[in-house]
Structures are given as structure tokens and as C-alpha cells.
């Protein structure tokens, strides 16, 4: 027999009442940790809320971009203290539309053109770099330091020339890179400065007395919401900015390039859809089929973005717990100074950790502690490429030598790519298991 209801709000009350009983019932349960269980690197932390939120956007139908991805946009800008939020549907999209955007005929003098170079590093993940090389502009590679793992920022002057025309790098497992010389180097040679702000959403950096979140010091900041991540939506991100020019940009490059801002599912909010004269088309073509860049689709769904909106509201506690699991760990390692370098903060710096970086000292062999750490079930991640320029998807260019540019020898990079790996601090850790897995590595090395 079919349910009647007698409105919808009743139906849809009913409906999401039965899935929070389902996630108490079948999803909240969790197994207390023994020694031994495996330990991930990173997890989803959610509970209800995200799933009632998931199947009420579910029962709108709308599938596409809608009412949750405004609310979560707002609410994320706000957040930031940011003026404008794009969502997009991955990380590495906020990295390709933020980068796209430098490249727009409207920015005149300051536009990223083919042959331009943008300064970056090797020691981190690809889609950092790849927006660069797919357009043909050249990356140009600094080394890092240890233990921060970030920019050596030394290297930014000897790095320029009069093509340089952006930095756009991340922030190292949650660890700022030098906000405040990076920013100042770009101020004094007029540079746009990207930040790749995936792995480091909720960290602050300090400058001049003012702390603001990473992501915000730059004139773009990207974020990822992939399960791993911070906070998730399954897939997802987030391109940010306060400028209005690029927030129009980074839309029209998001939105297959169109020239027309109107948000999907509405026409003609500028009521001019009819009147314009663009390019060579006939006068008054239609505004929402005119396209002022080579662009995209790359909106996310508001079934991701409703899971976002609950994830938000939790997020200040993500963060407080990550940075309780990087102390925890950290202290009960310090015996082991002598087998590990252990990570340290950027100065001005508080960041929302990642992750927990170990690098291996002379003598110790990365490969012996990670099979060992792993098999006690412990996972274990590189610092992503370690060295990207080694991989194979170099291999043409390093044939040749043209594409990229190198700084210096990258003696660190490499020293990462040989010695460094890291382990997990996400917020559904325990106690048990973060000292766990100090007395796993402890033994590790020793072994």
C-alpha cells in the first residue's frame, strides 16, 4: 500500500527523519580501537546531519548547481572573510579555473600568456603544476626546506626574470609556506600570487600583526574537498578571491567561458539577454550562448554541495582536532630525534595540519620503516611526487630540456623524494590511536 502524505514538507519531514534513524542505527556505531586495526591516513568524519542534508538536496532533483551550492559559497566566503566563493567539482579544478582565469585577455599587461613563467615547486602534488604546462606557460622550480617543506623563499629573486609573471604554490600538509615574503616579493615585482590552499584549509599566518586565514593573502586561493581532505563533500572545491574582476573570470572559465553570469536555471537577470554586439556574432545574439573564453563545466552538484553546508558547521572542531592529533604525535616522537627529523610550524604561522612529515636521518632506510609501520597497520603516504620533474610524465621534456625551468640543484626536493613520508592526523583519530602509531614508528627505526 502506498504512504499518503499530505504535503510535501510533511513527506520530505518523514523521509529525512528516516535517515537520521538509519545512520544511528546501521552508520554511528564505531568499533573501539585495537592495537593492530588498521589506521588510515585519512577518513570521512560525518553523521547524520550529512546524510539528511545529501537526500534533501536528493529530493529537490535539481542536480545540478542550486540552492545548497549558493548557501555553501556564501557561508564559505563568510568564513574566509573573502568577498567571493566559486565551487567547482575538485581541487585540482579550483586549480585549473584559478590559474585559467591569469590567462583572460581582460587583464592586459599582467595576463599570463604562452611562454610566461610562473614560479612553483617539485616537492608537491601535480595539478599544482599542470594547469601551467597544459597552457604552455613554464613553471620555473624552486627547492624547499626541511623540516617545513615549503618554498625556500632565498631562491624567489634568483628564480625571476622578465617573464616571471605569478607564484602559484601550496601549502605544504597544512605548514604556511613564508606568506609574508612570498607576498612581498610579488607586490614588489607586481606578480599575481596563487594559493594552492587544498591541504591547508583552517591554518592562519600573521603578518604585519594581522592573522588571516591561508588561502586569503593571495589574489586566489583553491580548496579541495575530496574525502581526505579537511572537510569533504566526496569530490569537490573551491576557488576564492576578492577581487571582482577575477571572481567574474574564474565563473566564466567554470561555466563552459560564457560570457553571461546568469546562474543556471535563470535568464536574463541583466535584461539585455537580446541586445548586445559581441565579437563578430549578429547583433543580439543570445547572451547565454556567447563565450568570451575557451572554458569549462566544471560546477559541482548540490547534492555535494548540501553535504558541504553540514560539514562547515563542523569544521572549527576539524581543525581544533587535527592540530591536537599533530601534538600528541609529535611530542611522543621526540625521543626519536635522533633517527627522524620531525616537522615543525612555519614562524607566524598556525596551522591546520594534514599531516605528520617525517624525514628519515642518514643511516635510516625509508623503505625498511614504512614496510615495517605499514605492516603493523599504519598507512603511510610520499610527500606526493617528491620531485615531479622525475616522474615519467617528464620524460619528453627532460629528453629536451624546454618547458620548464630549473632553479639550483633541488637538493631537498630530492632528499624528500629518497627520505620523507607521512602519516595521518585526521579528526576521527583517538588518543589510542595517535600513540599507537608513535610507538610503531618509535620501533620502526630502532628495529
Not at 164 to 188: Q, S
Not at 318 to 332: D, G, I
Amino acid at each position: 500500500m502506498n504512504k499518503k502524505w499530505n504535503t510535501e514538507a510533511e513527506a520530505r519531514a518523514e523521509i529525512l527523519n528516516a535517515v537520521a534513524d538509519y545512520y544511528k542505527q546501521y552508520k554511528s556505531e564505531k568499533k573501539a580501537f585495537e592495537p593492530g586495526d588498521r589506521i588510515t591516513y585519512a577518513a570521512r568524519v560525518f553523521d547524520e546531519k550529512e546524510m539528511c542534508s545529501l537526500v534533501d538536496a536528493s529530493l529537490d532533483f535539481w542536480l545540478t548547481t542550486g540552492r545548497f551550492a549558493d548557501q555553501f559559497e556564501r557561508e564559505f566566503a563568510k568564513w574566509l572573510g573573502v568577498r567571493f566563493a566559486s565551487l567547482v567539482n575538485s581541487g585540482s579544478s579550483a586549480n585549473l579555473i584559478a590559474f585559467s582565469a591569469l590567462t583572460a585577455p581582460e587583464l592586459g599587461e599582467r595576463r599570463i600568456k604562452r611562454g610566461d613563467e610562473v614560479i612553483t615547486v617539485a616537492a608537491g602534488f601535480p595539478t599544482t603544476v599542470t594547469p601551467v604546462l597544459q597552457y604552455g606557460a613554464v613553471p620555473v622550480f624552486v627547492d624547499v626546506t626541511i623540516p617545513q617543506y615549503n618554498i625556500d623563499v632565498t631562491q624567489l629573486e634568483v628564480a625571476r626574470s622578465e617573464k616571471t609573471k605569478a607564484v602559484m604554490i601550496a601549502h605544504t600538509l597544512g605548514n604556511p609556506f613564508d606568506l609574508a615574503a612570498v607576498r612581498a616579493f610579488c607586490d614588489k615585482y607586481n606578480l599575481w600570487l596563487v594559493e594552492d590552499n587544498c591541504d591547508a584549509l583552517g591554518s592562519t599566518y600573521t603578518i604585519d600583526g594581522e592573522t588571516r586565514l591561508t588561502g586569503t593573502v593571495g589574489d586566489i586561493g583553491t580548496s579541495s574537498f575530496y574525502p581526505p581532505h579537511h572537510m569533504t563533500m566526496g569530490e569537490g572545491g573551491c576557488v576564492y578571491t576578492n577581487d571582482p574582476l577575477l571572481h567574474r573570470l574564474i565563473n566564466s572559465y567554470r561555466d563552459w567561458g560564457r560570457d553571461c553570469m546568469c546562474p543556471s536555471g535563470r535568464d536574463n537577470i541583466c535584461g539585455h539577454r537580446f541586445d548586445g554586439q559581441y565579437g563578430e556574432l549578429p547583433q543580439g545574439y543570445d547572451h547565454k550562448y556567447v563565450y568570451s573564453h575557451f572554458g569549462y563545466n566544471l560546477k559541482v552538484t548540490d547534492m555535494q554541495a548540501a553535504i558541504g553546508c553540514e560539514q562547515l558547521k563542523k569544521f572549527p572542531h576539524f581543525v581544533e582536532r587535527r592540530k591536537h592529533n599533530w601534538a600528541r604525535l609529535r611530542k611522543a616522537l621526540e625521543g626519536v630525534q635522533d633517527k627522524l627529523i620531525l616537522p615543525e610550524p612555519a614562524p607566524n604561522s598556525d596551522p591546520s595540519w594534514f599531516g605528520f612529515l617525517l624525514t628519515v636521518r642518514e643511516g635510516v632506510d625509508r623503505e625498511k620503516v614504512v614496510r615495517y609501520v605499514e605492516n603493523k597497520g599504519v598507512q603511510t603516504r610520499m610527500l606526493f611526487s617528491g620531485n615531479l620533474i622525475k616522474h615519467p610524465c617528464f620524460d619528453e621534456m627532460r629528453a629536451t630540456g624546454e618547458g620548464y625551468r630549473v632553479v639550483g640543484t633541488l637538493e631537498n626536493t630530492d632528499r624528500i623524494m629518497r627520505d620523507t613520508f607521512w602519516v595521518g592526523v585526521y579528526p576521527g583519530m583517538t588518543d589510542e590511536m595517535i600513540d599507537y602509531m608513535a610507538k610503531t614508528i618509535a620501533e620502526a627505526v630502532y628495529a
